[in-house]
């Protein structure tokens, strides 16, 4: 029902800056606020983890503890995409950033299973 491809990664140093969007293909029949949005991340021999997750309309948004006030999630519905932005960027920031979106808000803050991922973007933070 949906594609999802995510687009910004790359290296910068502690403390920097990155930006990631992610743009959503949705098939007819839905729309893309049909979806709640998320970003997830694995780090190196680690398992995958929550970061972020945004609702339907935008007008909530949910953080892991390790990146609140660091990170903030977006999203434009009429353009069918979303966005993190990564501030005060650390070494352990560093891993393979995923897009998911799901319908239920519960799955993708509480589980690692949302229905759709993207085929995830490297962010590597040097020290």
């Known amino acids: 029902q949906v594609q999802l491809a995510e687009s910004g990664g790359g290296l910068v140093q502690a403390g920097g800056s990155l930006r990631l969007s992610c743009s959503a293909s949705?098939?007819?029949?839905?729309?893309?606020?049909?979806?709640?949005m998320g970003w997830f991340r694995q780090a190196p021999g680690k398992e995958r983890e929550f970061v972020a997750a945004?609702?339907?309309?935008?007008?909530?948004?949910y953080y892991a503890d390790s990146v609140k006030g660091r990170f903030t999630i977006s999203r434009d519905n009429a353009k069918n995409t979303v966005a993190l932005q990564m501030n005060s960027l650390k070494p352990g920031d560093t891993g393979v950033y995923y897009c998911?979106?799901?319908?239920?808000?519960?799955?993708?803050?509480?589980?690692?299973?949302?229905?759709?991922w993207g085929q995830g973007t490297q962010v590597t933070v040097s020290s």
């Open positions: 998911v979106a799901d319908e239920a808000l519960v799955v993708v803050v509480t589980t690692t299973n949302p229905s759709y």
């Open positions: 949705v098939h007819t029949s839905v729309t893309f606020s049909t979806y709640v």
């Open positions: 945004i609702t339907w309309s935008g007008g909530s948004t």
